[in-house]
């Protein structure tokens, strides 16, 4: 599997811009295919909120940031980085970056059930 380790979570308000990062180091053998964030808001359940393959760059997000949040990877460094601009109060949860092996018509979907490596999570709290 792999091990995730996210940074750059904070406090904004509303309108600002934060940049989470996710340090990933795989065991040797182990290929993931998809990385990905995820979200959690008190009370509510995990959400996908941006994928991307390893293999190419296919980007996917859910409806609620696209043209606002933008996941990049750092090949040579192993680093996911979800840049969030235009953050809302709504934005507010914890943040988790995960590793996974399972894609669909080459797309990584935004189902957390098919990420099986998880960090342990950045809040991301945003004032209005």
């Known amino acids: 599997q792999v091990q995730l380790v996210e940074s750059g979570g904070g406090s904004m308000q509303a309108g600002g811009s934060l940049r989470l990062s996710c340090a990933a180091s795989?065991?040797?053998?182990?290929?993931?295919?998809?990385m990905g964030w995820f979200r959690q808001a008190p009370g509510k359940q995990r959400e996908g909120v941006a994928t991307?393959?390893?293999?190419?760059?296919?980007?996917h997000y859910v409806d609620s940031v696209e043209g606002r949040f933008t996941i990049s990877r750092d090949t040579n460094r192993n680093i996911i980085y979800l840049q969030m601009n235009s953050l809302k109060s709504e934005d507010t949860a914890i943040y988790y970056c995960a590793a996974g092996r399972i894609k669909y018509m080459g797309i990584c979907a935004l189902r957390p059930q098919d990420f099986e490596s998880w960090g342990r999570g950045t809040q991301v709290t945003v004032s209005s």
């Open positions: 795989t065991y040797k053998g182990y290929r993931n295919q998809c």
């Open positions: 991307i393959t390893t293999d190419g760059d296919r980007t």
